[in-house]
C-alpha cells in the first residue's frame, strides 16, 4: 500500500538544486536500467525507447536516468546495448529524439534528462561483446572476471566460458577512453540532454579501475578515482557550467573492495572539487550480483555507504554534490526515512520505476493502490549467482518491452518465461534452432 504522507523536514515530493544549477522537481530519480531493447550488436534509440522514456518522462519523476549507453561498440554488455558514436550524425538524430521523449511533459513537470555513459570493459561477454573472437576486452589489469570465484565448479566454468582474460589498458589507451568519454558527453549536450552520469559502478571499466581486487596497476591510475576525475575534469571544461554531471559509485569497492571510508571520503571530495551534480549510491559486479538483487540487506548496506558520503559531503565549504541512494527503496516510508535520516539527497527507483512508470504523480495524488507488487523470482540453490541475478534483469527488461509496445506488465511472468522471452524473441523453429546453437556452442568450449 502507497501513501504520500511525510515525515518532518524534507519530503520524496520537495524540489532539490544540483550545483550546476538545474532544479528537480522533486527527489525521486528514475534510476538506468538495462532496455536489451536496441537491434542485436547495439545501437541507437530506436521507437521503443521512445515510447518506453516517453512514458517515464511523463510519470512526474523529478531526473530520468537512461539505461547504460556504451561508448564503445566493441564492449557490449547484453547483446542489445544502447550505443554511442559522437562522430555519427544519424546517431544524434536519434538519440535527440530519446531527450524530447524524456522530456514529454509539460515545461513545469518535466523531469531532467540524464544520459548514462558506460564503458563495460572486462566484463564484456564473449560472442555478444561487439568483438571478434580472437578480440580481447580492455581492462584496468590482465584479470579476468570470475577468476577467484569461491563457487563450484559449474559456475567457473560458466565464467570461463563467457569472460575472456583482459587486454590491460596502456596509458596511451587510457587517454582515449578518457576523450571517448568527453566526447559522449558534448554528443550528449548537442542531443538536448540536460546532463550526464558516468556508470563507475557494477563492475564496469571505471568501477574496475576504482577495485583493489581488479586493479594492481603501478602507474598514477592505481588511484582508480584518476580516471574518473579526468573524464569530469575534461567535461567540464569543454561544456557550459549548467550541464549537470553525475557519477555512479559502487558501495562494495569501498566496504568490501578494500577501499575502505578513508578513500572513499578522499574520492568524494575530489569528486567534488572537479564539479559533480551528484553521486549516486549502488553496488554489485558480476562476481557479486547478489548485491543488484532486491533484498533488504543490500538496502541497509548501501544505505550505510551513503550515510558516509553524506558526512562526507556535509563539510565542504562550497556547493556540495547530491547523494543518490538507489537499492531497495520500495515504500514512502523508505523514501521518507532515507530523507529524513539523512541518509541521502535524492532517491534512486529503478525496478518500481518499471512496476510503475508513473510513481511519483501516484505518491502525489495520495493513490493508495498497491502499486509496488515484486515478482517473487527465486532460482535453485546451485544455480550460480551470476545466472540467478540474471533471471531479475530478464523480468524487468520483458516488462519494459511490454510496456514500449502499449500492454500491461505481467506480473505471472515466470522466471524461466523471462530469461526465454529475453534471449530468444522468436517462436517454433526458430527457439530451437537457437538453443541448439547455444548448446553447440557451450559443447564446443568445453571440449576444448
Not at 550546476?20 to 536500467?33: E, P, Y
Not at 571517448?180 to 540532454?193: E, L, M, Q, S
Request: hydrophobic share 40%; aromatic share 8%.
Amino acid at each position: 500500500m502507497v501513501s504520500n504522507g511525510s515525515l518532518d523536514g524534507l519530503g520524496p515530493h520537495s524540489p532539490a538544486t544540483l550545483p550546476c544549477g538545474r532544479t528537480l522537481n522533486n527527489r525521486m530519480v528514475k534510476a538506468a536500467m538495462y532496455e536489451h531493447l536496441a537491434d542485436l550488436g547495439g545501437g541507437p534509440p530506436n521507437p521503443l525507447h521512445l515510447s518506453l522514456y516517453r512514458k517515464w518522462g511523463m510519470g512526474g519523476w523529478g531526473m530520468v536516468i537512461t539505461g547504460n549507453v556504451q561508448i564503445s561498440k566493441q564492449h557490449l554488455t547484453l547483446g542489445r546495448d544502447l550505443c554511442l558514436h559522437p562522430l555519427e550524425r544519424t546517431n544524434q538524430e536519434h538519440f535527440g529524439r530519446l531527450a524530447d521523449a524524456i522530456h514529454a511533459s509539460s515545461s513545469d513537470n518535466r523531469p531532467l534528462a540524464i544520459m548514462q555513459l558506460s564503458h563495460s570493459g572486462r566484463q564484456s561477454p564473449r560472442f555478444i561483446g561487439g568483438r571478434s573472437l580472437l578480440s580481447k576486452p580492455v581492462a584496468p589489469s590482465s584479470q579476468r572476471v570470475g577468476l577467484n570465484s569461491k563457487e563450484g565448479l559449474l559456475a567457473r566454468t560458466i565464467y570461463g566460458f563467457m569472460f575472456q582474460k583482459p587486454h590491460g589498458l596502456f596509458p596511451e589507451e587510457i587517454s582515449c577512453i578518457i576523450e571517448d568519454f568527453v566526447h559522449a558527453a558534448k554528443t550528449a549536450y548537442d542531443c538536448g540532454f540536460d546532463g550526464i552520469q558516468l556508470h563507475a559502478s557494477h563492475g564496469y571499466l571505471l568501477s574496475q579501475f576504482l577495485s583493489r581486487k581488479v586493479n594492481d596497476r603501478e602507474d598514477e591510475y592505481r588511484d582508480g578515482i584518476r580516471i574518473v576525475s579526468k573524464i569530469v575534469s575534461g567535461i567540464r571544461a569543454s561544456l557550459p557550467a549548467s550541464f549537470a554531471v553525475g557519477v555512479k559509485i559502487n558501495a562494495g569497492d569501498y566496504i568490501l573492495g578494500g577501499l575502505g571510508e578513508k578513500e572513499a571520503n578522499a574520492h568524494i571530495e575530489t569528486l567534488a572539487a572537479d564539479g559533480v551534480d551528484f553521486i549516486e549510491v549502488s553496488g554489485g559486479d558480476y562476481e557479486n550480483p547478489e548485491f543488484m538483487a532486491s533484498t533488504s540487506a543490500r538496502q541497509v548496506f548501501f544505505s550505510a555507504f551513503s550515510k558516509i558520503a553524506m558526512r562526507a559531503v556535509a563539510s565542504l565549504p562550497d556547493k556540495r554534490p547530491l547523494i543518490m541512494l538507489t537499492g531497495g527503496i520500495r515504500t514512502p516510508e523508505q523514501m521518507n526515512r532515507a530523507l529524513n535520516d539523512a541518509d541521502a539527497d535524492l532517491l534512486g527507483l529503478g525496478r518500481p520505476s518499471v512496476l510503475c512508470p508513473d510513481l511519483p504523480i501516484r505518491l502525489r495524488d495520495g493513490d493508495r493502490a498497491p502499486v509496488i507488487l515484486e515478482p517473487q523470482l527465486k532460482s535453485p540453490s546451485w544455480f550460480p549467482k551470476l545466472i540467478g541475478a540474471g533471471v531479475g534483469t530478464a523480468w524487468y527488461t520483458v516488462q519494459m518491452k511490454r510496456i514500449a509496445t502499449g500492454e500491461n506488465i505481467d506480473l505471472t511472468l515466470s522466471g524461466l518465461e523471462a530469461v526465454w522471452s529475453m534471449w530468444i524473441p522468436f517462436s517454433g523453429l526458430y527457439q530451437c534452432i537457437s538453443l541448439l546453437l547455444v548448446l553447440s556452442l557451450a559443447i564446443a568450449y568445453l571440449s576444448l
